[in-house]
């Protein structure tokens, strides 16, 4: 038996509560809709929550990780790729991890604050360069939503004119740390594009929020709300309204639809009891993240949408992507004997490199940037690793911890990021067999690169390492082979999982239009990274913002227009 | 908090207050100082019973972590920073691989054996010439003999998780003049010493940036 949740009927009933969800609760609210909001996880806010500031040593793991702190276990977000009760499955020969967060806010608590607008060349690929798919939008479509989104949360750069990575309202950058301008000087020498970046970490105060206190801790949630993450952000603002309800510990079973063939809600799993609940909405908006939607979708059979909603022509759960990635460290000698000093700075990098070559010259046909790291972090578990590579080859006693002094803070490394172009190998489905332990049936996936990223990740490798020479450093590992994919990441591994719900204009090969509206369900919309047809050499949060507050216009012009 | 007792906490919290951090309030800086001070409480001294190693295995951990990291003029040994007690503590807890616990309880006994093997005594009863003539063999990665890689690998990996705790451990800040986990609202990049350190400056970031930017 399904109970209801509530005798009254809502709006919106939204499913996450991530950048695509809190984003969407925080616009339909503040246009008068009574939303509800579906989170798997439980509560959490940074401001009242973090671990920021406690040292390692105030705990007896000294900060490792655990099973669902898979970044450490001060890391605010909880969560990752094994989840207690929710496994998922692979294909035979794929290899793929899936990123999950369970918790308000979902995975804005984890990510990197790498806020990168996409720009005109990226909703445009494959008029480019003949891959993939064009998106059904523009630049210029999303462009003021990306103004809306660099105001209201906040986002630190600086105005570069780089055509194909547009500047956007930014607060002023932090001065670089002392081994990002030898990396600035190392990519001058390089040709290599090398500008401050652009993280949304306020360096002014806004909107009652106090500006960055360069701890360097963000990942660990920040009490005085100076990064951006969902629930302080966009959620608190939005239960302010008195027009938000939240149900945390609600995990989404079905999207019910009625005989008209519209969504009249969903239906979802009280964790805490186990009992089965529906709520009712006249607009449901999936932002569950871009598989779980898919998950969703693919569960909501009944005798209208036998194949699950949304899915008339097949295409939910095709068109998966995640970002490529590979990293290179290593010792720069002109670093040892550190000079002792403060180098915590905001949480993630100063500088960045944007994309900065023409790919008509190259192998593989989009981009990556590149990420910054090294210097002299807190010292927590794994300190050091490998110090058998460093020029005092190990050891023991005295000379060891002499060495470690001498080395701490010696090191640079880079990561690369790059595009994937969507291929059919790479898709994502109900498992005939296996479910979870409410009894939902458990997504299964497939997935290959093609030559396209492993060339890339070889060119990625090449680079970095002519970089660290060009530091006058020694890389700390040999060059991959073709044999070990050029030090390819594993697909789901970058935790930028995109597509499967994608927009586009021909509903034959797409799931939503191009409102983010489902194709067969006018009353369905999805917010969260389902929607994108093609990655960018950019992180994807940005753009989720930003669709979701146009998707969430275009729901209230609807509403008002009587046609939801 | 009086506006007094609001310089002392930022005192404390290793704040020089300067023009521009006005949105400091004074609440959220008496927030910041009493979480502050809750983390510098003192800790726990009770002597501490292992949950993974035996008590023959105790004995082996502590001399080994202490020839790893030896107290000098600096800073204590790696027992001083409880190294043992984290790598115990890690050893034991739900989340540990059944593989961890295998390698690092079969990592002792090939210490041990190695140690009868060549000196009929084990790690513990043998003298510091025979334990530095095993360890010299084991402790260099690239130098180290085909047939004791095995050995190589056990100590690789106890130290590295010595060095996690001695290093991530308030002791282990000092020692290397980790500054940071404060609040530090006048960031304004690294000082002159440092840039002048690695042969880089301000002046020199900008003036490239400005460059770019006119072409």
Redesign the interface.
């Known amino acids: 038996m399904v109970e209801r949740e509530a005798a009254e009927d809502y709006d919106v009933c939204i499913v996450g509560s991530g950048a695509g969800g809190g984003m969407t609760a925080y616009a339909l609210t503040q246009q008068g809709a009574k939303v509800v909001m579906l989170e798997a996880g439980g509560e959490w806010y940074a401001s009242k929550d973090t671990k920021m ?6 705990s ?5 990780s ?2 669902n702190r898979p970044f450490g276990e001060f890391d605010a977000c909880d969560g990752g790729w094994d989840i207690e009760g929710e496994p998922f499955t692979r294909a035979p020969g794929t290899q793929f991890s899936w990123w999950r967060g369970r918790m308000l806010g979902g995975r804005t608590n984890h990510w990197g604050r790498i806020s990168l607008r996409f720009g005109p060349d990226d909703f445009k690929g494959k008029s480019k360069d003949g891959l993939g798919e064009d998106w059904p939008i523009s630049y210029d479509d999303v462009a003021p939503y990306y103004d809306r989104v660099d105001d209201l949360i906040g986002v630190f750069g ?1 105005r ?2 780089l055509r194909n990575h547009p500047d956007g309202n930014f607060q002023p950058a ?6 990002e ?2 990396v ?2 190392a990519s ?1 020498k390089l040709d290599i ?1 090398c ?2 970046s652009r993280l949304s970490i306020i360096t002014k ?1 806004i909107h009652g929020r ?8 963000c990942n660990r949630g920040c ?2 709300k100076a990064n951006f993450s969902s629930p302080d952000v966009l959620i608190g603002p939005a239960l302010k309204t008195g027009k938000l309800t939240l149900i945390t510990q609600a995990m989404a079973r079905e999207v019910t639809v009625g005989k008209d063939g519209l969504a009249t809600g969903v239906t979802y799993v009280d964790k805490r009891t186990g009992a089965d609940k529906h709520v009712k909405a006249k607009v449901v908006v999936l932002a569950a993240s871009a598989c779980e939607s898919a998950r969703l979708l693919l569960n909501s059979r009944s005798a209208k949408f036998p194949q699950g909603l949304g899915n008339s022509t097949g295409w939910v759960g095709k068109g998966l992507t995640d970002t490529t990635g590979t990293d290179v460290s290593g010792f720069i000698p ?2 040892v004997d ?8 905001v949480g993630g990098m100063h500088v960045y490199m944007p994309w900065w070559l023409d790919n008509k010259k190259l192998d593989f046909p989009r981009g990556y940037h590149i990420e910054v790291w090294g210097g ?10 490998g ?3 460093y020029p005092g ?6 000379s ?2 002499d060495d ?2 001498k080395y ?1 803070g010696a090191t640079i490394g880079f990561s690369g990021r790059g595009e994937q172009i969507p291929n059919a190998d790479c898709y994502c489905e109900i498992d005939p067999t296996t479910v979870d332990q409410w009894g939902i049936p458990v997504l299964r996936f497939h997935w290959k690169w093609s030559d396209y990223e492993y060339n890339q990740s070889r060119h990625m490798q090449e680079t970095f390492r002519s970089l660290i020479h060009e530091m006058g450093g020694e890389v700390f590992s040999n060059m991959p082979t073709k044999d070990q994919g050029y030090g390819l990441s594993t697909g789901g591994s970058i935790i930028h999982e995109l597509g499967c719900v994608q927009m586009g204009n021909d509903p034959n090969r797409s799931v939503l239009n191009a409102n983010c509206q489902a194709h067969d369900c006018k009353n369905l919309f999805v917010t969260d990274g389902g929607p994108f047809v093609t990655q960018a050499d950019k992180n994807p949060t940005w753009t989720i913002l930003a669709l979701a507050w146009r998707t969430s216009d275009y729901i209230a012009q609807q509403r008002k227009a009587g046609a939801l | 908090m009086s506006d007094i007792n609001r310089r002392d906490a930022l005192k404390a919290l290793g704040i020089v207050p300067v023009a521009g951090m006005l ?3 004074t609440p ?1 800086v008496a ?2 100082t009493k ?2 001070e809750r ?1 510098h409480a003192a ?1 726990d001294t009770a002597a501490y019973a292992p949950k993974f190693y035996t008590a023959h295995e105790w004995k082996t951990v502590r001399m080994l972590a202490d ?4 107290k ?1 003029e ?1 800073s204590g040994s790696a027992t001083d920073a409880k190294a043992p ?2 790598m115990d ?2 050893l034991a ?1 739900k ?1 540990a691989s059944e593989n961890s616990r295998i390698q690092a309880r079969g990592g002792l006994a090939w210490l041990d054996t190695e140690m009868r093997a060549r000196f009929s005594t084990d790690f513990i009863a043998s003298t510091d010439a025979q334990r530095h003539q095993v ?1 010299d063999d084991i ?5 180290v003999k085909p047939e004791l890689r095995r050995g190589a690998a056990f100590f ?1 990996s106890f ?2 998780s010595v ?3 001695f ?4 002791m ?2 000092q ?11 006048g ?5 002159p ?3 002048k ?6 002046e ?2 900008d003036a ?2 400005a460059k ?2 006119k072409q």
């Open positions: 500031m406690v040292p390692a040593y105030a007896p793991r000294r900060g490792a655990n099973r600086s570069e004119g932090p001065r670089p740390r002392c081994y301008l030898l600035k000087k001058d594009t500008i401050p105060p106090q500006a960055c206190h360069y701890c360097g801790q009490q005085v002109a670093m550190h000079v002792p000093h403060n180098e915590d700075g002299l972090s807190a010292p927590g578990t794994g300190f050091m690793g110090i058998a590579n080859g190990g050891g023991y006693g005295k060891l911890k470690y002094r701490y | 949105d400091w309030s959220s927030r910041a979480m502050v983390l800790t020839i790893i990291i030896p000098d600096r007690e984290f503590f890690m807890e989340d360890l402790a260099f990665g690239k130098k690789n130290r590295a060095a996690s705790a290093f991530s451990s308030a282990g800040w020692d290397l003049k980790y500054i940071g986990n404060v609040f530090n609202p960031w304004n990049g690294c000082p010493e440092a840039t350190k690695l042969g880089v400056s301000y020199e970031f490239s940036l770019r930017r």
